[in-house]
């Protein structure tokens, strides 16, 4: 089964900063475009930055020049860059992979379980 693991969320002060990573394992074909999506309590759940297989980006207009997603093909992982960070971004992040399999037609959406970043004083 694939498998996409997130870690470096925490507790940061206003204007700080943290870099999450993703790791997607697993028996894997091919990894498509990855992605970083966010959801705070009583929100919806809202993308915040986006990365094809040749590196092509999309932010979410609140997070550019403050984020940057980036990915290392050789070790299946995505990465969020998060600088200036506000208390408006405290969420759940969670990353997202699309993933073709053996045996599988096509490509698959894969979720990790998330990670928390908090932004307080």
């Known amino acids: 089964q694939v498998q996409l693991v997130e870690s470096g969320g925490g507790l940061v002060q206003p204007g700080g900063s943290l870099r999450l990573s993703c790791a997607t394992s697993g028996s894997i074909l091919n990894i498509g475009d990855m992605a970083w999506y966010r959801h705070a309590p009583g929100k919806q759940r809202d993308l915040v930055a986006r990365i094809t297989m040749g590196g092509s980006t999309v932010y979410a207009d609140s997070m550019k020049g403050r984020f940057t997603i980036s990915r290392d093909n050789a070790k299946n992982t995505v990465y969020l860059q998060m600088n200036s960070l506000k208390p408006e971004d405290t969420a759940v992040y969670y990353c997202?992979?699309?993933?073709?399999?053996?045996?599988?037609?096509?490509?698959?959406?894969?979720w990790g379980q998330g990670t928390q970043v908090t932004v307080s004083s």
């Open positions: 997202h992979a699309e993933v073709r399999v053996p045996g599988a037609y096509g490509y698959a959406d894969y």
